[in-house]
């Protein structure tokens, strides 16, 4: 097994930082990482998830929504096409905190293709999900200004 976990602290309220992670028609105006998203934000969606990888090549994999907890946890999990090769489960948290948003965005990854991953693949992939933390952040963060 291995983890990739980052947190970022958002100045908003767990609802508008929900509104813009599900709102995933918008991915491609903000997000740095995951560049689209086809798919509907509901339990047990089927999801199309283009993203920009390390090398600045496009990836596409096809998750499942398996935890839709509005306000609180949205989780996907992809798996490769040979069983227990390679499975990486997406966690995106949101801890209300006094006016502000803890937010948890960690991938956890199974199975034997695991055992090949090197540090530079963890080190890269961290790199992408903090981008795409400081994404939401200023989008989060703006959107407030405006209204």
């Not at 907890?69 to 989780?75: A, G, H, K, M, V």
């Not at 948003?101 to 199975?111: A, L, P, Q, R, S």
Request: no cysteine; glycine share 6%; hydrophobic share 35%.
């Amino acid at each position: 097994m291995k983890l990739i976990n980052t947190e970022i602290r958002i100045k908003s309220s767990p609802q508008n930082v929900w509104e813009i992670l599900t709102d995933f028609d918008d991915y491609q105006n903000w997000n740095p990482f995951i560049s689209n998203i086809r798919g509907k934000a509901i339990i047990n969606a089927n999801l199309e998830i283009s993203i920009s990888t390390f090398s600045g090549k496009n990836r596409l994999y096809h998750p499942t929504i398996t935890k839709f907890e509005p306000f609180r946890e949205l989780r996907w999990k992809g798996k490769s096409a040979l069983p227990f090769m390679f499975d990486g489960e997406r966690i995106f948290l949101l801890e209300d905190n006094d006016g502000q948003v803890n937010f948890i965005h960690k991938e956890i990854f199974t199975g034997f293709g695991t055992l090949f991953v090197g540090k530079k693949f963890e080190s890269d992939l961290k790199n992408k999900f903090n981008q795409m933390n400081n994404a939401l952040k200023e989008k989060v963060e703006s959107k407030q200004h405006i209204i």
